[in-house]
């Protein structure tokens, strides 16, 4: 079966500060795809990263990163420097590779930033 | 190229009514995808449709709710005699082919009252 579990329901941090996501997950496959998507207060999905359960590289985007650890089966999120518009719901998520069709989303993170 | 577009983005119904939610994939997909997102909560898969077939409809309620991809037009959600319960976001997304990443469209809110 498929799970994703993202233990942090609600964080709240002040504009500057680095915050990190965190994302566990459960799969049978040896081959799957990890998501990160955003879901600001306007509502729409906006995607954010695909990552290759083959691909444990670590991967920077400006002020985004995300942690990928097979063994401990967590793909964590890192905001540095957050700011305001930051604010919103993450959604990390879990699809076969080769079957995507059924892609298992955690519950979400609601992140605020405060100013 | 425009991204996956949805309509209406907000629906309003009574109780009894019938709700019909509309998705047009990404051009050149032909995979589409629908979600359900209760208020507070991730997304639920509910079906997953390529032209003119039903694939998976694993996580589709048994009774009132169906989904179509005709072979024109856009892929259609439909819920039949909706109840308070059915009030959601429900976002399409498509694919143009398995194994890709979904490109989601932005929702419709539906509200039952």
């Known amino acids: 079966a498929q799970k994703v579990t993202q233990a942090q329901t609600e964080i709240s941090v002040v504009e500057k500060e680095d915050v990190t996501l965190d994302c566990v997950y459960e799969t049978r496959d040896t081959t799957y795809y990890l998501f990160w998507y955003k879901q600001p207060p306007s509502g729409e999905l906006v995607f954010l990263i695909r990552r290759n359960s083959f691909d444990e590289q670590n991967e920077i985007s400006g002020r985004y990163s995300w942690n990928f650890q097979k063994s401990t089966s967590s793909f964590n999120f890192t905001i540095t420097a957050s700011q305001v518009v930051d604010s919103a719901v993450y959604f990390c998520?879990?699809?076969?590779?080769?079957?995507?069709?059924?892609?298992?989303f955690g519950a979400g993170t609601r992140l605020t930033v405060k100013p | 190229n425009a991204g996956v577009m949805q309509n209406p983005r907000h629906l309003v119904r009574r109780r009894g009514q019938e709700a019909r939610l509309r998705c047009s994939p990404m051009k050149g997909h032909s995979h589409v995808y629908w979600y359900r997102q209760l208020p507070e909560e991730g997304l639920k898969f509910m079906v997953y449709?390529?032209?003119?077939?039903?694939?998976?409809e694993s996580g589709m309620p048994k009774e009132r709710f169906s989904a179509e991809f005709p072979k024109e037009g856009p892929s259609i959600l439909r819920i039949q005699q909706v109840v308070r319960g059915d009030s959601a976001a429900y976002f399409c997304a498509s694919s143009p082919r398995d194994g890709y990443e979904q490109y989601f469209g932005p929702g419709t809110r539906l509200t039952v009252t």
């Open positions: 998520a879990l699809s076969g590779a080769y079957n995507n069709n059924d892609m298992r």
């Open positions: 449709l390529q032209k003119e077939n039903i694939i998976d």
